[in-house]
Structure formats: C-alpha cells, structure tokens
C-alpha cells in the first residue's frame, strides 16, 4: 500500500484507553436489566440473553488467567471512521489477555460468515490499519443475518475455526441481529458467544449506556470543516445561498452536530418538521422569510443544513407518497401510456385534491422524479430526489412571488451541495480512534467473561480517556417491539433527535440569532498532532449533553 | 467573532520567511528583461515599466532608514486560502521597515477603490485574521481596474489617504491590470506605486520566477483529502464509480496535482484533451475501457477526477457550442416558437451534420441545457453542464452498449462530486500560509525599495522557508500578447499543463498502473501542528518540478 505522509505518521499513534482496561481488570456486574419497552414479549423471545446485567470493568487486584480464544469479526452496514481501531484493539485485547488468542475476519460482511470467505488478521495485517479509515481491511456488507439456515451455515466455519466468540460491528440492525444470532447459539449450546459494537455515522444508536455510536464524531467534523470552508467562502464573496445536503437518511444527529460546530444561518432538523406537521411549503417560506431578512440588511448570502431524509419526514409528503406508490401501482399500464409532456397533468388530475396541490406544487424534476424512478418494488424513490436542489429552486420561486408583492427585495443565487461518502470513511479524530478502540478492546474482555448477547459500551467520553468506563450492555435492554414489513419485530430502538433535549434546545435558542447575524464558526480539519482541546474534543452533541446531566445531577 | 478551537491555536502560528528578509536586507538588481514575446510590442504599451530588471533580496550590512508610508491594498477575484496572511505580512512589513506606516484596505475588491470605500487595517483588525481562510477581512470583487476613469477615480481617495503605493492581489488578469495601472500611476507622475501579488487557486499564474500561485496548494490538499476519502469509501463498499469534478474552468493543474496526491484510477486533463483533438466519445471510450477491464478483474469501482473545463476543451465540442450559439443568435425567435419536446429534434435538424452527430449523441438533460440556459449575451452557458453527470450517463450507455456484444461484463453503480467552493476559503495549509506572508513582507520591501510595475515573487519554496529566496519581478517581463475581445491586448501568459513537463509525464508513466490496480493514497485533512514531513509539504506539482530542474541542472 502507497501511503501519504500523514498516514506513516498516524500509525504510531497509540489510541488512548480507560485506565480501568489496562493492568488488572475486575469485572462488576449490575442489577438484572429490562428491555425499554414490550418488556413480557422480548423475554419471551430472548430467554436466555434477556435481563443480563450491566457489566462495569473495574482495576482488579488479583490476576486471572485465561487460555488462549479465537475470535471472529464482521464488519456490517455503512462505513464508518474507526472500524479499523475497533478491530486492532479487538486484537490487541485478546493477545493481552492470552498471547496464543488469534483473530479471524470474515470477508464482505456477515457474507463472509455465511459463505465462508475469512483472513486471518495477525498482528502484520493489523498494523497496516491502525488509526486509519474504511472498512478495507476485510470489506463491509449489507446482507442481514436474519435466518436459521445462516446461522447453522455460520456455525460450520466458527467450529472449523474453533471460533468461541464472534464480534459484529455494526448499527442498530446489525446489533439486533447480533442479539438474535446470540440468543439462537446460546439455546443450542452452540459454545459460540457474540458480541456487538455500537457503529453509525448516523448518531441514531444511542440510548443511556451507548452514548454515542463511533464514526459520528469525525464524520461531522469533516462535515463540519467543509461546510466552514463554504461559510467563510460565502462570507467573502457574499453572493450565493448555499444549500448543503447532508447524509442521514432518518435522524438527523448530523445536521444538528454540524449546526452546532458551524453556527449555519438556517439548519433543517427532521424531527422537528414531523413534530410540527410542518409541509414543505412551511419549510419553503420559513427559508424564504429568512432569506427575505437578511437581503434587507444587504446580506444576500446564506448558508442551510438540510438532513437527507427531510422529505420523509414531511407528515403531507408522506402521504403523497403513499398514495402515489398505491395509484401507480394500481394503474402502471395507464401511465405508461401517457405521453411523458402529459403525465405531470395526469397524476394533478388523478390524486386526491389535498395531495394533488402538493404535487403540482413541486419542480418538474421533483415531479417527474417521484413518478418515474421507481424501485423494482414499484415505489418511489424518495432517496433520489435532490433535496438541496428542490429547496433552492422552491425557495427561489416563493422569493420571486415575495417581490411582486414588495416582501422581498434583493438577488438570490444558489449553489447546492451533498455532502455524504467524504466523510464516512475518513481517517478517525482521535476521538474516535480512542473511543473504537477502546470498544473492541473491551469487547476482547466480555468475551474473555464468558459473555454473550452484550454490546461493548464505552461511557463518560466527555472526560480524558483514562476516565472512560468501558464495560457491556445486555443488547436486550436496549429493544422495543416495533413494526416491520407488517410484523412485529424486537428491535433496537433507533434515537432520534430529542426535541426537549440539550443540543436541540442550544440550537432552536440561538438559531433566530445565527439566522439574521453573521455568526459563522470556522472548525477546520480534524488536527492529530496539536493542543488537545484542538485534537481530543468530543461532539458538540455530547458534550451539552453531559453538561445537562452534570447540572440535573447536582 | 465566534472561534473554533483550531482557529485559536492556530492564531498565534508565526508563519516562516525567508531568512533574508530579517534583519538587515539589501536590494539586488538583475539585467534588464524581457517579456515573454511581442517584447517590442509590449516596450510600446509600457515604456516606463518594460525592461525592468528582477530583483532579489538578500542579507545587507548596512541599515538604512526610511520614511513611513501609507499603503493601500486590495483582493482582487475569486478566494484563495491565504490572502489574510499576505495581508498580515505586507502589514508587519512596513511597520518593520517604518513602525509609523499605515496600512489600508479597499473594501470588495477594486470597486473600493474606486467607489472610496476602505478601512484601516491596524495591528488589531490584523491580528483577528491571522492564518485565516476567506478574504473576509475586506471582501473580494471582481470588477477589472481598466479604464483611466477608474485609475483617476482611484488616485482620488489614494491621493487624500496619501497613499503611496498600492498591492493587488488576484490572478493573471488582475495583476496585468496591476501593471497598466503602474504604468499610468508613472506616466502621469502619480506618486503612486504599484505592486501584483500572485492569487489563484487554480494554479495557473505560474512561470519561471512565479513557481507557484498562492492558495493552490492548500485547495488540492483539501480537495485531496475529500477525494482520499471518497477513495477509502469507494475500495471499501466496492460499488460505486464516484465521477468527481474539480474546480478550475480553464487549466487543468487542480486535477493533475489531486492525482498526483490520491492516484484515482483516471484522471481527464483537458489539455491532452485538446491536444490530442479528442472528442467527447473519445472520453467517454477511455473511460468505459477502463471500467470493463476492472469489471473483468472484479472491481465494479473506482474513481474518476475530471477538471470543470474539460468541455471546453475538446475541439469537437467547441465547434458544436460555436454552431449553436450563432445558429441560436440568428433564429432565436423561431426556435422559441417550437414546442419543449420538439426542440432537440428541431436542434438536430438544423445544425451542420458533423455537429448534428455530435448533439444527438448527448444527453437529453444536455442538449437541453446547451439550447435553453444562455447567458445574457445569448451564449450557451457551458459553465452550468454538470460534466460529471453527463460523463457518468454517458459511459453507462457506452457500457450498456459493450454488453450487448460481451465486450463489458459487470456492475455499474455512479455517484458524482463537485468540488470548489470546500476549498476556496480554507484556512492555509502551513505551505501557503508561509508563502503568503512572504509574498506579503517582500511586497512591503519592493514598496520601500521605490519599485512599482513589480510582483511579489517568493522562490525555491521546495526548501525550508529559511532557505526561500524573495524578490520582486516586472510584470511586463510575464507578458505577451492575446487576442482578447476581438483586440490584441497585453497580458500574462497564462501557464497551461505542459504535457512534456515533468508532473504530466510522471502521471501519465503511473496512470495505467492507477487505472488498473487499486493503488489509492489517502493524504487526510492538512495538519498543522505535527511533525514537518507531514505539515510543511508543498505541493506535488512544485516537487516533481524542482527534482527534474535539479537533476538537469546537474
């Protein structure tokens, strides 16, 4: 591998650890758990993993041995920044507890388990990925480990292997799934533990015992610098309204994060617009009335955040949607037929009055989009539509009616952006790279435990590493039941921005204020070298987080 | 200002210079120059700054003193990371030179001149911009200083600040300007002096005594950065193709020095391009080749960098927007009578059958843009062509195609990327922010030294800034003639891709390698605070430069 100068230089760099985790350690086990909710059911359904306690590693005093274990790793879903330093401090974890330990991977994700494509990762394949970013040392993948038949054929080559604990890194899915494969290798005696890893860019794994879910932090720090880069840009040449899109199809942790680092003129929050059956003309003319306040104090720049998945969380675009995805499929050989300048007219006429406005109400492209780009399951592809365009275009409409009427005086030029594979697979802040880890290194312990069914948890990261309490969480106690593909489903419950929690409470206090003043920050990127409130800060996120637990504590 | 907590570390940075502009400096004056063609020409236009001699600054015995002086300043064009600290140096330099001398800015570019609008720049408004991005401490414009009205008007405000001499800092249009407004400040015995500082971050005012334009550097790291992500996300996920624009309308050093840095697997250089006389299919081939020969080893991904000009550089193209515009010009009317559907049709029908070819093979959203969006003057707006997109669609129906005959076998999968504006205002790598505050303290030095008609000019900046060499070269000596809106005018070459220079060649000696095996580097963000080989970095281009003047001047 050709490596850049800052990559020669990172690999040396020794993620820093809980005290707790090295020397000595004891393990501290809780009270029995329960799960958030549905709590009879999801008994019912994991009775041998459900109710476990929390386990808090503590400094031991006397020193345990343990025989050697071989482990297996599964990279699963998206990529996120520090993959890679959960696996080494997986690795370094076992060889710590018995230097005989080896690590297997299993290649392309749970695929890897299923079909049986695995490397070995010794301490010469490790190295070349510390403190780097991607999922490339053994690849990702998206398939679920859902069934019976997987598991059984994912027992073959752990025994083969003689594999007695298997590691899943992943989101909230691939957690559950971990649950489950758990739970089924535990009623059969498998002899095969399995433990999780709390992985997202997304933010949304996230409860009381996971705080937060690695790759977030620098994935919006990245995010975070680019969009800054774009601020000051726009605040020199004071000309353009920025639209920036960013990923995060369903919460939306990132745009709130990067609202807080970056202090944008407007920020979009999900949650907030659904909370507020808020429709897109409301988002429209919310943009535009800011738009229209700022040109008339001479600014006609501007910067918006908007959450990829906003269109989803529209309440009226949602039934739009819905009933476009019914009519069409009902009536997909009729529009067919429709000649393409004549369909836009067709749907108007064909929708239900409410939802026919709406439609008619959206760009040509949007229009056209929501019509023609279906899946193979015949639905609308709401993850195709452009968003920032969409807004920019919306926005720039209303701004013309606006001047007719005099609301609005001023120019309105706009550039968009998408900002989504730049981030996922950078290289981790240190943060990060202490928090990932610091995750496998303490899930090298719970599996040294005998344990099964937990998810590695690493807490109190606002305070220096040495701080940090590493230990495990039953992954039962963090499920509900939810509906899934018309079923009820145990599942992780996914953590949407909390409209009465800190950070968004932050941001909704001082958003009028960034609106109309000019108060953007400049983060710049991520710094591995330098002061350490430079180079070790958590999310902004987090750390108001933890300022209003220490105040509500006192 | 609200501050990250990089930008306060990263206030207190004393960027490095030259060690002979400390201390005691004394003045070297060359022979008389030449300019780079048309001399005599050029000698007519500018008989009181041609034939200047270069100027380089060394280490004097002898202090002299002298007078303080007033100084005005003013940016000039598009953002380039770094102005702030040109400024910062030009600042320290005359309070170095005379603790007395004052420094003013005009606000928004030359508009502030002329127009009369300026601040005073003190050690208080400086210090706030210290190894900053943006060019927000007095704003940007791009109104070009041509006229004599304006150079009056100027003197006007010059003449009451009593101002002596004034530094422009912008690209090769902006420093030509520079030097006709020395020239008449001299002819008419103003009073006023003028020096040029080298601003773009397209990298293409660059000669024998200019090696580099401030800014460039630190955009291709940061566009470098972001692409080396995308890369680690891309050889991860093994899915996508990610088309990935960069900014620079015309020369093509942005992408060239980006694939130095990350090795994509095919980077477009537009001046091959036009060389070659290759046509859009030609590109379009090219790429598809290379896609099938992956697809046929298994790797259904990979990268494309392409510079935004490209279009305007395949001469087939340029024949077909050349058509366009004057068969547009003269049936305007008519062709705003045929029916939206009808249009590309009516457009095939029209145009000559080479061009005709040409058309219907593009796009549908293409051909629209080339017929629909003119620009005031009626021009098709080539600017506004996603080229990304188009290229992305265009190979995937080339690709479409070579199935049929089983001449592609694979997956293709796009994502497209644009990147400018992320990197535009970044705050200077360590490179340009030593760079520019050089450029900045020798342009005080020239001030001082009587000189007008000059650019800054800061050399062998591949050595330890101590090492630099600083001096001043006449603008005249850069020029030649063009043919610009229909007249010979005189302006600075501008400095194209060479395709027999030693950077072009080393990627075209790699490319194939690149295009095949996956050999991506990923530089991560710019560092500051960490170890030299990391930090202090120039660009590729700059190395490879220097290596092959090294070993021929052996």
């Known amino acids: 591998m050709n490596k850049s100068a800052l990559q020669r230089a990172r690999a040396s760099y020794m993620p820093k650890v809980p005290k707790t985790l090295k020397g000595i350690v004891k393990i501290q086990e809780g009270e029995p758990t329960q ?8 008994q019912k359904l994991f009775p041998n993993t459900y109710g476990m306690p929390i386990i808090t590693f503590v400094k031991g005093t006397e020193r345990k041995t343990y025989p050697p274990m071989n482990v297996g790793v599964i990279l699963s879903g998206g990529q996120a920044p520090g993959g890679h330093n959960v696996i080494a401090g997986l690795f370094d974890g076992i060889k710590s507890i018995n230097s005989q330990s080896r690590l297997f991977g299993f290649i392309l994700g749970p695929d890897g388990l299923i079909e049986h494509h695995y490397m070995e990762l010794t301490g010469e394949v490790i190295d070349e990925y510390r403190n780097t970013g991607g999922f490339d040392i053994i690849g990702s993948g998206r398939t679920k480990l859902e069934d019976k038949d997987q598991f059984d054929k994912g027992l073959v080559i752990l025994k083969q292997l003689n594999i007695s604990a298997l590691v899943i890194i992943g989101g909230d899915d691939s957690n559950t799934n971990a649950c489950v494969l758990a739970e089924y290798y535990k009623q059969i005696g498998a002899g095969v533990q399995v433990i999780g890893c709390p992985k ?25 610098e680019v969009i800054g880069n774009i601020q000051r ?18 919460a939306s942790h990132i745009a709130l994060e990067c609202a807080l680092q970056v202090q944008p003129n407007i920020c979009i929050i999900s949650e907030e617009v659904e909370a507020k059956n808020q429709s897109l003309d409301d988002i429209v003319q919310y943009i535009a009335d800011i738009v229209a306040k700022r040109a008339a ?32 499929a009902k009536h997909d050989n009729e529009f067919k037929r429709i000649k393409r300048s004549h369909q836009r007219d067709y749907i108007i006429d ?24 279906r899946d193979p399951h015949g639905n609308v592809q709401v993850s195709l539509i452009e968003t920032e365009k969409l807004l920019a275009e919306m926005v720039g409409n209303r701004l013309a009616e606006m001047k007719k009427t005099g609301a609005y005086v001023g120019k309105f030029s706009t550039q968009t952006h998408f900002f989504g594979y730049e981030g996922r697979c950078a290289a981790p802040s240190n943060y990060d790279a202490d928090y990932c880890y610091s995750l496998g290194y303490t899930a090298a312990s719970l599996i040294a435990e005998g344990k ?57 206090a001082n958003r009028d204020d960034w609106a109309l003043n000019t108060e953007y920050v400049y983060p710049g990127p991520i710094q591995y070298f330098g002061p350490t409130e430079v180079c070790d800060q958590p999310t902004k996120t987090l750390q108001i987080e933890h300022e209003e637990q220490a105040k509500n504590s006192k």
Chains 1, 2 share one sequence.
């Not at 799960?35 to 999801?42: L, N």
């Not at 948890?457 to 509900?480: Q, Y």
């Open 35 to 42: 799960s958030v909710s549905d709590q009879e059911a999801i």
């Open 200 to 224: 997202t860019i997304d933010g949304d794994l996230k409860n009381e015992m996971i705080e937060t879910s690695f790759g977030f932090d620098t994935a919006c720090k990245v995010y975070s």
């Open 233 to 250: 840009d726009c605040n020199s040449s004071r000309k353009y309204w920025h639209f920036i899109k960013l990923m995060g199809r369903s």
């Open 297 to 328: 104090n001479g600014n006609n720049f501007g910067i918006v955040l908007i959450p990829e998945g906003v269109i989803e969380f529209i309440p009226a675009m949602k039934k739009l949607i819905a009933e476009l995805n019914e009519y069409l």
């Open 350 to 373: 064909k929708l239900s009055p409410e939802n026919s406005k709406i439609y008619a109400s959206l760009p040509e492209t949007v229009a056209r989009q929501l019509t023609l780009e």
């Open 452 to 508: 099964t069914g937990y998810m590695s948890s690493v807490r109190n990261t606002t305070a220096p590493a040495s701080e940090w309490i590493a230990g495990g969480v039953p992954i039962t106690m963090m499920m509900n039941l939810e509906r899934r593909h018309g079923g009820l489903k145990p599942v992780i419950r996914k953590a949407y921005v909390k409209l009465d929690g800190a950070p968004f409470r932050t941001f909704a």
